[in-house]
């Protein structure tokens, strides 16, 4: 399947944001990643689907500087980021919203908010991205001192939004927001994606909703066992074709 791994995106190098080639992970012995080649075009929405364990948040987390991995390249905007550390990746342009929400549950929304528009606005202009954020889900102006654990799950997804409508990255990295959410609230996460990507975001989507995603996608791969098994655009994506991949089960 390396061939038609190769490149995913039908888009010219100069367009390309993203460009993961031949990525290793590894958790001591164990390989959680491996071969993994795509590139994601600017503009560009990427699904990244898979059954449980097939490598999609080592994939987000070695992009975002997480996890350091263990071999390959990952070129992001003309640069070799692989091995940064996290914040270097986030002051370059990428955010990153990890599986089970990356929030700190003891600091308040508004110290939040800060934390993670650290790097993503100059000191000038924090102000008013907080306020704009705030602006984007009102709760989170209502809250704005309470601390961010005791918001329901659906909120502190609205926290991770906000700060992505509010200073809007060249990458954002979503692994899995709508897990757990009540359906009102996966429509509320959908449409901040949607937001995202009409304000020009590129976006690696992992998601659970494979239908939605692939609403949402231009271009989708397929994960299993660390490898990447089936690549092409989202619209080609079909139920018969992933069902094999995923189990029928995953179809929703
Ligand atoms: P899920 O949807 O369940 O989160 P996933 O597709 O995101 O799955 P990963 O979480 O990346 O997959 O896991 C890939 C493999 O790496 C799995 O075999 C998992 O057990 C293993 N793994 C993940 N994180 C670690 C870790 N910190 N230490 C050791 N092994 C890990």
Not at 30 to 52: D, H, I, K, T
Not at 207 to 221: P, T
């Amino acid at each position: 399947m390396s061939d038609q791994a190769a490149s995913v995106s039908t888009s010219t190098s100069d367009e390309i944001l993203l460009d993961v080639v031949d990525l290793e992970v590894k958790y001591g012995e164990a390989r959680a990643l491996s071969g993994v080649s795509f590139s994601v075009g600017r503009g560009r929405v990427l699904a990244v689907l898979g059954a449980n364990g097939a490598g999609k948040s080592s994939l987000a987390a070695a992009i975002a500087g997480v996890v350091k991995p263990s071999g390959g390249r990952i070129s992001f905007a003309g640069k070799e980021i692989a091995g940064w550390p996290s914040h270097r990746v986030s002051q370059a342009g990428v955010a990153y919203v990890p599986e089970g929400r990356g929030i700190f549950p003891h600091l308040s929304v508004l110290d939040n908010l800060r934390t993670m528009l650290r790097h993503a606005v100059g000191p000038n202009e924090r102000a008013a991205a907080l306020e704009r954020a705030m602006a984007t889900f009102p709760i989170l102006g209502e809250r704005r001192r309470q601390a961010a654990g005791t918001l329901s799950g659906g909120e502190q997804q609205m926290l991770a939004l906000a700060r992505v409508l509010a200073a809007p990255p060249r990458l954002l990295i979503a692994d899995e927001m709508s897990l757990g959410l009540a359906p009102l609230m996966v429509d509320v996460v959908f449409d901040g994606l949607r937001q995202a990507r009409e304000q020009g975001v590129t976006v690696v989507l992992i998601e659970q909703f494979v239908e939605r995603a692939l609403e949402l996608a231009d271009e989708a791969v397929v994960m299993r066992r660390g490898e990447l098994v089936w690549t092409g655009p989202a619209a080609g994506a079909h139920e018969q074709v992933l069902a094999g991949y995923l189990g029928a089960e995953s179809m929703s």
